[in-house]
């Protein structure tokens, strides 16, 4: 299943490609595109490959990039207790209750639990947690990951009484949440490898050829980091991507390490002191360098006061935490331009946006807007902008690597956001048509484990925002799911199958091809194939998301769905 198939040439269904908006046929020659085309054109191709794959009407596109990953984070939360679809807080306790009599004595992790779906309205308790775990350590973290609640036991263990975030409820937020995951997360270098395996496998399952891993220190180690690389061939084996694939036909990994500098040398001296693998590609010190929290813990820092803090326990006045000024994300910056680093930063308030955006203005000052502007910084999540925020980041050359099933999942009126916010507020947020429309280059993620990976249902959402005026249209999202996360990464010309490029590729069993609009006005003429632009599948809310069939990263099999080529699809050569 991971190996490389030589020279393959598939044909009989839809190839989204630049070089040919109609091309139904493309030919593999190891770990590049060799040719893209007609069926008819094909039959001169078919003679001189190893195999032909008869793709039955599938839809052939680039591999996905998801552009803000935490592998080890996913890779526990696969193996952990998922409370994502627990109803209510019994649910959630009888999870917790089952995994420590089914792993006596060892300690319970879990993920994914939404206070604001429950009926009770709230967490489970630190008292709660003692008694449906009889005593053992307990740390499950909120869907956002910037809180979570533990046990009493976990409490002793990781001595988290009296850090700024402990509550005696068990409730646990910023350092204390930090010390709280830490003690958590030492795991010995097998099963870490597991863990990195699994949720690798899972992004190939969805269609996904490349993450950008936002890693930190307050998330994992720099030894969970090199691990990583160094499973995925972190040498860079197959040139221009970088971050390899290795062998066992992973997803490729391009790492940020969110760790602040201080200036040039300390920069240089943060990436040395990672102890990477040989030639492992670090694209820069951002990714999870955090700024702010988020929206659902209420700790994103925010101009005007949260709308639920009292109903929260919280001052009236609650506005979130800020925790960095514009002057130190000067430093940073400038740090890292010189240094020859991206820069980036987690931010989700409209303070902590803003504060971001006057710190990379006076490093503009120091080093001017060509130097800047080159080094292609990143902000991170992007949700809350004042008005002029889009302008800015484009003037300043940022890219906004977005979550856009942010917005699918806690947008609309009766949705988290409108709790945090209020209605009006809340319908400001995650403004991708504005940020389209001042020229920032957009590169969407799914922030796994916080959301899925789900490439489709991130394109879907950006294209049906639940505010209209923010909605992108299908193919502006998928370009940005695809070559955007390369440009993020600054792999310019990656994510498009035309000969010579990179054989990063997913098959997908998809209906109808159409080129879907944010205004539904034009959704009879997108259809019309004499546009000439490729086709996407309808991607209107309600209808299924195509499946994922295939998944090559530069020619190796990263995922294949059992017989899905069978004998009557597959022609094999000798």
């Known amino acids: 299943m991971t190996s490389s198939p030589g020279r393959v040439l598939y044909r009989g269904g839809s190839v989204y490609s630049p070089a040919d908006p109609f091309a139904t046929a493309m030919l593999v020659d190891g770990a590049t595109v060799a040719w893209v085309g007609s069926d008819e054109a094909a039959s001169a191709q078919a003679g001189a490959v190893d195999e032909v794959v008869d793709l039955d009407g599938a839809l052939v596109t680039p591999a996905f990039v998801d552009a803000h990953v935490h592998v080890t984070e996913t890779g526990l939360a696969l193996a952990g207790v998922d409370l994502s679809g627990a109803g209510g807080l019994a649910a959630a306790l009888d999870a917790v209750a089952a995994a420590a009599a089914a792993h006596p004595g060892e300690p319970v992790l879990g993920h994914g639990w939404d206070e604001d779906r429950w009926p009770e309205r709230r967490p489970p308790t630190a008292a709660e947690l003692d008694r449906a775990a009889a005593g053992a350590p307990v740390y499950l973290s909120r869907a956002d990951v910037h809180s979570a609640v533990v046990s009493s036991a976990l409490v002793r263990k990781a001595g988290l009484a009296g850090l700024p975030g402990w509550t005696s409820d068990g409730r646990v937020e910023r350092d204390a949440h930090h010390a709280a995951r830490d003690a958590t997360r030492r795991v010995d270098p097998a099963r870490r490898r597991r863990l990195q395996t699994a949720a690798l496998s899972a992004a190939a399952a969805a269609g996904i050829g490349g993450v950008h891993e936002c890693a930190a220190p307050h998330v994992g180690s720099p030894e969970d980091l090199a691990a990583l690389l160094a499973l995925v061939d972190g040498g860079g084996a197959g040139g221009g991507a970088g971050g390899g694939a290795g062998e066992r036909g992973l997803p490729r990994v391009l790492a940020l390490w969110g760790e602040l ?46 709308a639920d803090a009292s109903a929260a326990g919280l001052p009236v006045d609650h506005r979130g ?40 203005e006076a490093a503009v000052q120091v080093l001017g807007p060509v130097a800047v502007g080159a080094a292609r910084h990143r902000l991170e999540h992007v949700e809350a902008l004042d008005a002029d925020g889009p302008a800015r980041l484009a003037r300043l050359g940022l890219t906004a690597s977005v979550q856009p099933a942010f917005d699918a999942r806690w947008g609309g009126p009766a949705g988290m956001y409108a709790a945090r916010l209020g209605p009006q507020r809340a319908g400001a947020l995650n403004p991708f048509g ?141």
Do not use: K, M, N
Request: hydrophobic share 45%; proline share 7%.
């Open 321 to 360: 935490h800020l925790y960095l000024d514009a002057e130190r994300v000067r430093d940073h910056v400038v740090a890292c331009t010189r240094a020859g680093l991206q820069a980036g930063f987690h931010v989700i308030g409209d303070a902590a946006v803003a504060e971001v955006l006057d710190g990379v």
């Open 261 to 306: 500098a201080g200036d040039e040398e300390h920069a240089r001296a943060i990436v040395a002191g990672l102890g990477l693998p040989d030639g492992a590609p670090l694209l820069g010190l951002g990714g999870d360098l955090v700024v702010d929290g988020a929206l659902g813990s209420r700790t994103a820092a925010l101009r005007d006061p949260y």
């Open 434 to 574: 504005p940020l389209a429309a001042a020229g920032v280059p957009l590169a969407l993620g799914s922030d796994c484990p916080v959301t899925p990976f789900a490439p489709w249902e991130a394109v879907r959402a950006a294209a049906f925002t639940t505010a209209r005026e923010h909605r992108i249209s299908a193919r502006a999202a998928f370009l940005a799911h695809t070559r955007g996360g390369w440009r993020a990464a600054r792999r310019d010309g990656l994510g498009v199958l035309v000969p010579g490029a990179p054989a990063t590729y997913a098959v997908w069993e998809a209906a109808d091809l159409l080129v879907q609009a944010p205004d539904d006005r034009f959704a009879a003429w997108s259809t019309d194939a004499r546009s000439g632009t490729p086709g996407l599948p309808d991607l209107t809310p309600g209808t299924p998301a195509p499946r994922c069939l295939r998944t090559a990263v530069e020619g190796r099999l990263a995922h294949d769905v059992d017989g899905w080529v069978s004998s009557r699809r597959r022609t094999l050569r000798s």
